[in-house]
């Protein structure tokens, strides 16, 4: 892709990149929803193992990824994904 510039894309264009290309499920809503799981991680669940799923949160404003980033310390410390926290 010549001259591809990964910030002029709109957020809602990469949801619909990774949803196409399969790297992601849509959002969906923890509260509301539930967490998406498969048959097999329920059943792990059940029988006591500790299957790991991902999440990513969507911040609505600066003001509110601060105020959670403040108030939950692994959405900084897992972040490996930004200069600001290399």
């Known amino acids: 892709m010549s001259g591809f510039d990964a910030e002029s894309i709109p957020f ?7 949803l196409k290309r399969g790297w992601c499920g849509p959002p969906v809503c923890y509260t509301h929803d539930g967490v998406p799981t498969s048959p097999e991680e329920d059943e792990e669940f059940e ?3 500790d299957p790991c799923i991902h999440v990513i949160r969507m911040y609505e404003s600066e003001e509110q990824k601060e105020s959670i980033e403040d108030a939950h310390a692994p959405s900084r ?6 200069t600001e926290n290399k």
């Not at 410390?77 to 930004?82: E, P």
Request: charged share 30%; aromatic share 24%.
């Open 77 to 82: 410390w897992r972040n490996s994904y930004t």
């Open 12 to 18: 809602d264009e990469w949801m619909k990149i990774g």
């Open 47 to 49: 029988e006591g193992y």
